[in-house]
């Protein structure tokens, strides 16, 4: 006979551990107890040596469906003869246990919710261990009850028994609820002069929207303000409302098939759609019938035109939880179901907040009185080759992310990340954790939630920082907060902190070659960088390439208008006259007067800095060919010109090892300087071919720059890397190549406190 201590640490708190293990020692005849602790789940059980490795190799080999083991510690301890199995009450130490993302409805809560046997028949707030909310509900750890939102709502009796129940699938499961005892709905019309509750109020709900009204429907993390997304008139009325020219919407359809017949998707992408983070996915709109081999909707229904206009993508979601399902009950027709928010604002999560913000956009409102205590957006990625899940947000589903540490950190780290896209990190013990999606940090509103989950994340893990990271950038919100603390800080470089981002992921130390390309990131040297490449480990970097600098005529201006970085590019090659006389798009676009006068501003460097910003070219691409000459929103003029690019009959030219003559690399001060001259010129003289040819020009760059550094890993970081036809072809041409890709994390700045943090952690 033999007793041993076990210490787990992972994700093995709110996932139904304690009753796997509870299950699985009663089966092995084993004795002892389970408890939760700060830590993670601690264990004693007692039996046959042979059975307690059995019971182990169990634990480890099938764990509960939402767990996560990221280590299990064994001491062996005097025998007490113990023969039953305990699940003992949590026990308080020094917070470090994982605080899950918010799970979507399983099919077992769903099978209950549709059976009217059930107790809960249609109850729009049912789950269970292995579904609900976490995150959003969660004040601190250890996840109780007491600890959650939920400590609103006394259990009745039957929900007690179930929850007291080790055998049971909702043991401890700590949302609980059902029809006597849990949260309930109610829909606010005429801005709460109308309410209806219960069951009614999700009738009326799709009556409204089947009416062509806008409805906000709060969910898991906020509301979500929604719309028949076939109803021209209601998907434009929102948009005027909102005040959301062209931005697309995200989409949420009733399931798998609905979902096939609006967009093309492979196997992958069936498998994202339809995975437990249920994340919004980008997927191609379908272009043609869809196979016989699938059972399709068939309904005489048009996708507004207003959804997504001018872009060959959609994004897409599935109903992910018990209120979604009801629904979709009473309506055949995909939703528009994008963010209640003012624009560049957090996700609402109260509802007077949105009548005071929103009244004037909605006209109904189908709230809860389950309080959401953490706001959380919708998760965002999209498939890449049909290998590649690529993360543009992480949010529900898949926040907060914890990643372990092979060795254990002395120092408490707060790294505060970027301006735009930001999330916060943190770094203690044996873990690294990302926190949801944070958003652009511009205004009061945005930098209250920052600050607002800074506290979160201090409350969960009893945490103060001793050391802050943030970005070089003086003029960041994220860097003046840093500075303004009284514990220390360090600054990192901002393309520097996005190829730690990918390391991290990997545990990786050791130098690899990054392809770093965004829209703007503070340099070295004082000006705007963007399209870097760097040989970089976890303390330093080198920059042995970037692109061809150029100016930003009017600085901030610039990013809202491609023409202004276009026209910069054929003032450095062009003389003034030339440009006049030139009829191509981005000429035509200003007035002789304001060319002449941007002429004079270039020359004397007035507000026009100078960047190598990969982002800031694509955006030049776009104005010079005529897809764009100012855009609404981040990314626009790059989603615009993959559009053109992707549908072009020319897009398959470059099937040679040798990339479109769109770029030349010169070797200048040890550095390889990716020119974009030759791309200009011909785009200036209107070479349809170059449009075609510029995207794969840019994988040819990047094979025949990885070539030289044939040892290196290769890294691909940034937010143009989320422009799938160049990421294909990258896969394509690096097959061979060792790839660090990030698979967990976002690839733009929502990963950049990723890297800051994992910079600290390896700092001597």
């Not at 041993?4 to 796997?20: E, K």
């Not at 130490?93 to 399983?106: A, I, Y």
């Not at 109308?194 to 898991?220: D, F, M, P, S, Y």
């Not at 990192?492 to 130098?511: F, I, N, R, S």
Request: charged share 25%; glycine share 8%; hydrophobic share 40%.
């Amino acid at each position: 006979m033999a007793r041993w201590r076990c210490n787990i640490t992972g994700l093995v708190q709110g996932v139904g551990f304690r009753p796997a293990l509870y299950r699985y020692a009663v089966e092995a005849g084993l004795g002892g107890w389970v408890r939760n602790d700060g830590d993670g789940v601690t264990l004693e059980i007692e039996g046959e040596k042979t059975a307690l490795e059995a019971f182990v190799k169990k634990l480890k080999v099938h764990p509960p469906p939402l767990a996560r083991i990221d280590r299990v510690e064994i001491e062996e301890i005097a025998p007490l003869k113990e023969r039953d199995f305990r699940i003992l009450s949590s026990k308080s130490s020094q917070k470090s246990v994982p605080v899950l993302p918010d799970m979507t409805v399983c099919e077992a809560c769903l099978k209950e919710m549709r059976d009217p046997a059930d107790r809960r028949f249609g109850y729009p707030f049912i789950n269970c261990t292995d579904c609900g909310p976490r995150y959003t509900i969660t004040r601190t750890v250890p996840y109780d009850r007491p600890n959650t939102s939920m400590r609103d709502f006394a259990m009745c009796e039957a929900c007690r028994a179930e929850y007291e129940d080790p055998a049971g699938r909702r043991y401890h499961a700590q949302p609980i609820a059902c029809w006597t005892c849990g949260p309930t709905l109610e829909l606010r019309i005429k801005n709460g002069e109308c309410r209806i509750k219960g069951r009614e109020a999700i009738v009326k709900t799709a009556e409204l929207l089947r009416a062509g009204k806008i409805v906000a429907v709060k969910g898991l993390g906020g509301f979500h303000l929604m719309c028949d997304a076939t109803d021209d008139e209601a998907v434009r009325r929102l948009r005027e409302r909102k005040r959301r020219p062209t931005k697309p919407f995200a989409l949420m359809v009733k399931d798998l098939n609905m979902a096939e017949t609006l967009c093309e998707m492979d196997d992958k992408e069936r498998e994202l759609l339809t995975s437990k983070e249920r994340p919004i996915v980008l997927l191609k709109k379908r272009g043609e019938a869809p196979s016989k081999s699938f059972t399709f909707y068939f309904l005489p229904f048009t996708l507004s035109e207003f959804v997504a206009p001018n872009i060959d993508r959609l994004g897409l979601m599935l109903a992910y939880t018990p209120l979604h399902y009801l629904l979709f009950d009473h309506l055949d027709v995909p939703l528009v179901a994008t963010s209640a928010n003012l624009s560049d604002e957090p996700i609402i999560r109260e509802y007077d907040e949105l009548i005071t913000k929103l009244g004037r956009v909605i006209d109904a409102a189908l709230d809860h009185n389950r309080k959401i205590v953490n706001a959380v957006d919708d998760s965002v990625a999209q498939v890449i080759g049909g290998e590649w899940v690529q993360w543009l947000r992480v949010a529900r589903g898949m926040a907060p992310l914890s990643l372990a540490l092979e060795t254990l950190t002395n120092k408490k780290i707060l790294a505060v990340g970027a301006q735009q896209k930001n999330t916060l990190a943190l770094a203690f013990g044996k873990q690294m954790v990302l926190s949801p999606h944070i958003g652009d940090l511009h205004g009061i509103g945005p930098m209250a939630f920052f600050e607002r989950t800074v506290k979160t994340f201090r409350r969960f893990y009893d945490f103060s920082p001793n050391l802050i990271v943030c970005d070089k950038h003086p003029g960041y919100d994220t860097t003046r907060w840093a500075k303004a603390r009284s514990e220390p800080t360090v600054a990192v470089q901002h393309h520097h902190a996005h190829a730690l981002a990918v390391m991290a992921e990997y545990g990786h130390k050791d130098p690899v070659l990054a392809f770093v390309w965004d829209g703007t990131g503070y340099g070295e040297d004082g000006t705007v960088w963007g399209g870097e490449v760097l040989v970089a480990d976890v303390k330093e970097f080198k920059r042995v390439g970037h692109l061809r600098p150029f100016c930003l005529l009017g600085g901030e201006k610039a990013v809202k208008e491609p023409r202004r970085s276009a026209l910069a590019l054929l003032f450095e090659l062009f003389t003034l006259e030339e440009i006049l006389a030139m009829n191509n798009p981005t000429v035509r676009a200003f007035s002789p007067s304001e060319i002449k006068l941007l002429h004079q501003a270039w020359q004397k460097g007035l507000n026009a800095p100078v960047t190598t910003s990969m982002g800031r070219l694509f955006d030049a691409v776009a104005s010079l060919t005529g897809v764009c000459q100012r855009v609404s929103y981040e990314g626009e003029a790059g989603l615009l010109l993959e559009a053109v690019a992707s549908n072009s009959s020319e897009k398959l030219i470059v099937k040679s090892e040798k990339f479109y003559d769109a770029f030349c690399l010169e070797k200048k001060g040890g550095r390889t300087v990716m020119d974009w001259e030759p791309l200009v010129r011909r785009l200036a003289r209107g070479d349809e071919r170059a449009v075609a040819g510029f995207i794969p020009a840019l994988a040819g760059v990047v094979e025949q720059i990885s070539a030289d550094y044939p040892d290196l890993p290769v890294v691909l970081a940034g937010g143009v890397f989320q422009n799938r036809t160049l990421c294909e072809a990258l896969l394509a041409r690096l097959k061979h190549r060792k790839l660090l890709l990030p698979r967990k994390t976002p690839v733009n700045d929502g990963a950049v406190s990723l890297g800051q943090a994992w910079y600290a952690i390896c700092a001597d």
